[in-house]
């Protein structure tokens, strides 16, 4: 089997020590650690990673930077920083970061995201997306939640991205969203299909609390919901699943 490549940025060495040991196993290779912004791209150019886990804030130029020079359709960037306000997340994955996990992570669900975004996704067998779909529908999908309002660091951001995903390859799966789509995301993660739909649920009242209604009913063209109206998982789920087929997901 193929390593995931990786290449680790941050200016505490003591993070970069930390996963360093913690991703000692056969699946992934360490190509490099830097705490430079500017050494940062020359890495990403000598090696190609499958993935770059970095900071925003690095010596030299920052992340920001770092996500404008280096070629993102060849190498993944995941963002893992301290900073957690919802404009430097909103940004990073407009920018092309495709995670952005706030400090202190959980490395277990960081090697999560890695696999997720380097793997040919399965979808039960129904349809298989090659890399070059799986980026453009992951592009499509983070821009519809960045600007509906739902951050990229709540658990549920994943699922209902996963829950998209699966209604696109088998839109007759939302007619079953309890006793097949849950349990198929919480099977990949892991994790308990009530743990799924309250994590979708949670990511889907983020998004009505911070008031981006609005947002929401530009998104589809027409009003769809007004503040006291909130979709139920399913509903959501749809509604983004159909806008996407429409389009030529």
Sequence with gaps: MKKITLILADEDQNII?????????????????????????????????????????????????????????????????????????????SMGAKYYCIKPFDVAILKERIDDIVSIADTQGKQFFNAKTTNHLEEKISNIFITVGIPAHIKGYQFLREAIKLAIANPEIINSITKK?????????????????????????????????????????????????????????????????????
Excluded at 19 to 33: C, G, L, P, Q, S
Excluded at 184 to 198: C, G, L, N, P, W
Excluded at 240 to 249: C, P
Aim: proline letters at 2%; aromatic letters at 6%; glycine letters at 6%.
């Design 17 to 93: 020590n930390d996963m360093v040991k913690n991703f000692t196993d056969d699946k992934y290779e360490i190509v490099a650690t830097t705490s430079s912004g500017d050494e940062l791209i020359e890495l990403v150019k000598k090696h190609n990673p499958s993935v770059v886990v970095m900071d925003i804030v690095l010596s030299g130029c920052d992340g920001f930077k770092v996500l404008e020079t280096i070629d993102l359709t060849k190498t993944n960037v995941i963002i893992q920083s301290a900073l957690s306000i919802d404009g430097f997340i909103n940004k990073a994955i």
């Design 181 to 249: 789509l849950y349990p198929t995301i919480a099977e990949k993660y892991d994790t308990s299909a009530s743990k799924v739909e309250r994590a979708i649920r949670h990511a889907i009242e983020v998004a009505w609390n911070r008031g981006k209604i609005e947002n929401i009913n530009n998104l589809f063209g027409i009003k769809v919901y007004s503040s006291n109206e909130k979709p139920t998982n399913g509903e959501f789920i749809a509604l983004v699943a159909d806008k996407m087929l429409i389009e030529g997901a």
